[in-house]
């Protein structure tokens, strides 16, 4: 076999490993993003998130994902986020305080023209078998908000 050849496989192998590696994280039990209107989000379009029941107990982190565009107005965003676990219809409802800019005026997001945001909620607890129904909305004076592309929820155990 010559050297180049071995170098190929070689090659091919370490790219392998890493795809078989990094493609499927185990940790992350839910992980969706929905799109907002195209006009604006309305203050009473409340985003609604099903996390399946659970295969195993134990703590979870939460975050909430939010992706804008320059043509949103505002330097953050309130969210009120509700989440309920059942069965025993436990309810936790946090206000998130997002802010988007530094007190320079600069993006605090990662992105080009579309800037995604990941905010942390509070971990949670679960038993095996619960599942989780998350509600987002916004609480701005605003009643429709331009700018923002798409809100997301994503569970993942600790």
Same mark, same amino acid.
């Given at each position: 076999?010559?050297?180049?050849?071995?170098?190929?496989?070689?090659?091919?192998?370490?790219?392998?490993?890493?795809?078989?590696?990094?493609?499927?994280?185990?940790?992350?039990?839910?992980?969706?993003?929905?799109?907002?209107?195209?006009?604006?989000?309305?203050?009473?379009?409340?985003?609604?998130?099903?996390?399946?029941?659970?295969?195993?107990?134990?703590?979870?982190?939460?975050?909430?994902?939010?992706?804008?565009?320059?043509?949103?107005?505002?330097?953050?965003?309130?969210? =009120?986020?509700? @989440?309920?676990?059942? +069965? !025993?219809?436990?309810?936790?409802?946090?206000? &998130?305080?997002? *802010?988007?800019?530094?007190?320079?005026?600069?993006?605090?997001?990662?992105?080009?023209?579309?800037?995604?945001?990941?905010?942390?909620?509070?971990?949670?607890?679960?038993?095996?078998?619960?599942?989780?129904?998350?509600?987002?909305?916004? =609480?701005?004076? @605003?009643?429709?908000? +331009? !700018?923002?592309?798409?809100?997301?929820?994503? &569970?993942?155990? *600790?």
């Amino acid at each position: 076999m010559t050297a180049v050849r071995r170098t190929i496989y070689i090659l091919l192998a370490v790219m392998s490993l890493t795809m078989a590696l990094t493609a499927c994280d185990k940790a992350v039990v839910h992980d969706e993003f929905k799109p907002t209107p195209i006009e604006g989000w309305e203050k009473n379009d409340t985003m609604v998130y099903a996390v399946k029941r659970l295969a195993r107990g134990g703590v979870y982190r939460q975050e909430v994902g939010l992706r804008i565009t320059r043509e949103f107005p505002f330097t953050g965003v309130s969210l =009120l986020v509700e @989440r309920i676990v059942e +069965p !025993g219809h436990k309810v936790f409802a946090d206000t &998130l305080n997002c *802010r988007l800019y530094d007190d320079e005026g600069n993006v605090k997001g990662r992105g080009v023209s579309l800037f995604q945001y990941n905010f942390i909620l509070s971990d949670v607890e679960m038993q095996k078998g619960d599942s989780l129904n998350v509600r987002i909305r916004h =609480l701005m004076k @605003r009643e429709i908000l +331009p !700018g923002i592309s798409d809100i997301g929820f994503r &569970l993942e155990a *600790r």
